[in-house]
T-cell receptor
Framework: DTAVSQTPKYLVTQMGNDKSIKCEQNLGHDTMYWYKQDSKKFLKIMFSYNNKELIINETVPNRFSPKSPDKAHLNLHINSLELGDSAVYFC????????????FGDGTRLSIL | GQQLNQSPQSMFIQEGEDVSMNCTSSSIFNTWLWYKQEPGEGPVLLIALYKAGELTSNGRLTAQFGITRKDSFLNISASIPSDVGIYFCAGHASGGSYIPTFGRGTSLIVHP
């Protein structure tokens, strides 16, 4: 009965590779997000989709490309991975696009060798 | 973008002590949210505040939406070891921003 689930939980790969992280929510929410949490635990929003449409696209390298096949899924593809991409990536979802609380997944820890 | 100043950055306390942390912003917020993150997990919502002056409790936790709409605090009474974690404030600035702003977190360690 996991609300927001991300896969994989851990991802270890080499610089230059391409990788994807998947996210699914079963809460019936229509807005989903990707966050990056750095080693100092700062949470930085990357993208947000509402009903499969991109509504937030913060300053993120274009090596990062989100894809939302339906409103229950938001995947993140990363091309040409760099050392600085090492972080924990969190998917979240919420009702609507206003001031609603977010439900977070347990994160994907990405380590670049 | 919006800035949230969360303090203290970390706290080391004895079990049974009360804890207080706060967030201030440079602009008016419509919503204040408090989350807790435990190791290896994502943040989990503790309390949501939607009106200036609102005071809301969740068990031993109490949070308030400041009257100026530029600050919020979270209190934890009679702390226990399982209160350990990182506490984040977050909010939405007035003007209909879709983008939630997060504080940098308060790391809480409780010694038995």
């Amino acid at each position: 009965d996991t609300a927001v689930s991300q896969t994989p939980k851990y991802l270890v790969t080499q610089m230059g590779n391409d990788k994807s992280i998947k996210c699914e929510q079963n809460l019936g929410h229509d807005t989903m997000y990707w966050y990056k949490q750095d080693s100092k635990k700062f949470l930085k929003i990357m993208f947000s989709y509402n009903n499969k449409e991109l509504i937030i696209n913060e300053t993120v390298p274009n090596r990062f490309s989100p894809k939302s096949p339906d409103k229950a899924h938001l995947n993140l593809h990363i091309n040409s991975l760099e050392l600085g991409d090492s972080a924990v990536y969190f998917c979240a979802s919420s009702t609507g696009t206003g001031s609603q609380p977010q439900h977070f997944g347990d994160g994907t820890r990405l380590s670049i060798l | 973008g919006q800035q949230l100043n969360q303090s203290p950055q970390s706290m080391f306390i004895q079990e049974g002590e009360d804890v207080s942390m706060n967030c201030t912003s440079s602009s008016i917020f419509n919503t204040w949210l408090w989350y807790k993150q435990e190791p290896g997990e994502g943040p989990v919502l503790l309390i949501a505040l939607y009106k200036a002056g609102e005071l809301t409790s969740n068990g031993r936790l109490t949070a308030q939406f400041g009257i100026t709409r530029k600050d919020s605090f979270l209190n934890i009474s009679a702390s226990i070891p399982s209160d350990v974690g990182i506490y984040f404030c977050a909010g939405h600035a007035s003007g209909g921003s879709y983008i939630p702003t997060f504080g940098r977190g308060t790391s809480l360690i409780v010694h038995p």
